[in-house]
């Protein structure tokens, strides 16, 4: 059994191409697309796979959208327990025009998941023994997966004592909360549509932070704040640290390589700020190389010590 599991109940081919312009009614010319296994979950096992980690990843997949995602993970050489679905996986479409830069997201919603099939992926993580040691649940929940989900896990892990890291939004991320999980990354978005405030300032996102900690609601948070950073929160303090200035080649995936750079960081026992350091190298290689291209161990190794970490 793998020391560390992802769960991914919404994952996804994510097909990735480019075009000169974005611009309605016209039939935009791209080129050949590229097809990456995706999906929060997935993609965190990817990239702990490369990081040299003992991962597997869990995934709810089906028809031949679903047998394409379990071709791709293979060939990156990623441990797979493929959960079998009546309804065909999702693809994603990213599009980069090329005139400016930016990059157009089209995220499709999933197949609708019955109530035996979800359930099965619960008990499929319940039964493993050993349990894994740290369990990370990332990503969307296609529809028919009830909100609670996230917060099934959490209860689950506490009773056998593995560390749920967990990377979710809206209401299935508060339910998770309510439970308590060992480390949640929000974005600012996810944070402010927790609490409910406008978290202007980065005194408040702190306060914020420590909120979910003194609650006992995460024993650590890691807030992504894209290009202005990241930050730590523990029950021992908070590290921040600033984005590297690199050229963005894309930004599919660089919030899933911070976080698989923080888990890989921790199972190693490195100290608060190293995580922070190694998830902040790890989002910065995969923003300037673009989501088709897998952040490696020494790529993340090589820049860690480029980055400007303080304790607040």
Same mark, same amino acid.
């Given at each position: ?19 000169? @312009? ?21 993609? @965190? ?15 709810? /997949? *089906? ?10 993970? !293979? ?7 493929? &959960? ?14 090329? !005139? /400016? ?51 099934? %896990? ?6 056998? *004592? ?25 974005? %600012? ?19 914020? !932070? ?47 390589? %911070?976080?698989?750079? &923080?888990?890989? !960081?921790?199972?190693?026992?490195? /100290? ?11 989002? /910065? @290689? ?27």
């Amino acid at each position: 059994m793998p020391d560390i599991l992802t769960v991914t109940m919404n994952p996804a081919v994510d097909l990735a191409t480019v075009t000169p @312009v974005v611009r309605p009614v016209h039939k935009l010319r791209c080129a050949a697309p590229l097809r990456i296994a995706g999906g929060g979950g997935v993609n @965190v096992a990817r990239v702990l796979h490369r990081l040299g980690a003992s991962v597997m990843a869990l995934v709810a /997949s *089906g028809g031949a959208t679903g047998a394409h995602l379990q071709a791709l993970l !293979a060939a990156d050489g990623v441990a797979l327990r493929a &959960m079998g679905v009546s309804g065909e996986t999702r693809e994603n479409l990213t599009v980069t025009d090329e !005139a /400016s830069r930016q990059e157009y997201r089209f995220v499709m919603p999933g197949p609708r998941l019955r109530q035996d099939e979800w359930q099965a992926c619960l008990d499929a993580v319940s039964v493993m023994s050993p349990a894994p040691g740290c369990v990370i649940a990332s990503g969307s929940l296609p529809p028919g997966v009830p909100q609670d989900f996230y917060a099934r %896990l959490a209860r689950w892990a506490r009773s056998c *004592g593995s560390r749920l890291v967990l990377d979710a939004s809206g209401p299935s991320l508060a339910a998770a909360l309510e439970e308590g999980v060992f480390l949640v990354k929000p974005s %600012l978005r996810e944070l402010r549509e927790l609490t409910g405030r406008s978290l202007g300032l980065p005194s408040e996102r702190i306060a914020a !932070a420590r909120e979910l900690v003194a609650q006992g609601r995460a024993a650590q948070v890691a807030l992504s704040l894209g290009e202005q950073g990241a930050l730590l929160v523990t029950q021992e303090g908070v590290w921040t640290a600033k984005a590297l200035p690199v050229m963005v080649a894309g930004t599919v995936g660089a919030g899933d390589s %911070l976080l698989a750079a &923080m888990v890989w !960081a921790l199972e190693a026992g490195m /100290s608060p700020g190293e995580v922070l350091a190694a998830g902040v190298a790890a989002g /910065s @290689v995969a923003t300037e190389r673009g989501g088709s291209h897998l952040v490696g161990r020494d790529a993340v190794l090589a820049l860690m010590p480029q980055v400007a970490v303080a304790r607040a």
